[in-house]
């Protein structure tokens, strides 16, 4: 079984729907991070999570909002889908409780989100 | 700012020669560097990290350098095969507290 695991896989919706996306992950990381990816921008943060209690945005938070429900589940939420934020989302983990800890982040196999 | 740069344009590269993929950042003062891999439509895999008080990190046939001074590091696959073929992504730390901030990647092309 994968380690980070995405829902859904696709998702195509409409300007306006709010939309959710899942993250799992069976490594017992306690970071959880948000990316997008745009073809000739790269990846993206978006907000990463350090632990349940602790949410930061980051360098493109504007129209979305964050969840961390448990250590192991951290959710991206679109309250207002518009069509620039059609691209591919991916959900990574990182520990920093090892000992040569050196933030190597361990990615999902993304979500990739169609808004018309 | 801080700005990261890899070359846009995809490398070709014959197999069984020496692909090197370059990625040059300015300021930046990174305590360390990595590089990973991304197959299409799938997520970035990691593959490497060199401190900036290491200035060559080898994994079986990939090998990276780190030169602080020139500000940019080198990542070298040897023997290259087409199952090498991916984008190459270098990430150093930024983007918020402990996140990292990714180059646009290079498109390496192993040709047969």
């Known amino acids: 079984d994968a380690d980070v695991t995405q829902t859904p896989r696709n998702r195509i919706t409409k300007t306006g729907k709010r939309i959710m996306l899942e993250c799992s992950q069976t490594?017992?990381?306690?970071?959880m991070y948000w990316y997008r990816q745009d073809p000739g921008l790269g990846l993206r943060l978006i907000y990463y999570?350090?632990?349940?209690?602790?949410?930061n945005k980051g360098e493109i938070s504007d129209g979305y909002s964050v969840s961390r429900q448990a250590q192991a589940k951290f959710s991206l939420s679109l309250e207002s889908a518009i069509p620039n934020q059609t691209a591919l989302y991916f959900c990574?983990?990182?520990?920093?409780?090892?000992?040569?800890?050196?933030?190597?982040?361990?990615f999902g196999p993304g979500t990739r989100l169609t808004v018309l | 700012s801080q700005k990261i740069e890899q070359n846009s344009e995809a490398l070709n590269i014959q197999e069984g020669k020496t692909a090197t993929l370059t990625c040059n950042y300015t300021?930046?003062?990174?305590?360390?560097l990595q590089w990973y891999r991304q197959d299409p439509g799938r997520g970035p895999v990691f593959l490497l990290l060199?401190?900036?008080?290491?200035k060559e990190k080898r994994k079986e046939r990939l090998k990276v350098t780190f030169d602080t001074t020139l500000k940019q590091s080198l990542f070298h696959i040897t023997a290259s095969q087409p199952a090498d073929s991916a984008t190459y992504l270098c990430?150093?730390?930024?983007?918020?507290?402990?996140?990292?901030?990714f180059g646009k990647g290079t498109h390496l092309i192993i040709q047969p």
């Open positions: 999570s350090f632990d349940v209690k602790d949410i």
């Open positions: 990430a150093l730390p930024g983007g918020g507290a402990d996140g990292l901030t």
């Open positions: 490594k017992g990381h306690d970071r």
């Open positions: 990574a983990t990182s520990d920093s409780t090892g000992t040569h800890s050196y933030n190597e982040q361990f």
């Open positions: 060199i401190r900036e008080n290491e």
């Open positions: 300021n930046y003062s990174p305590a360390y």
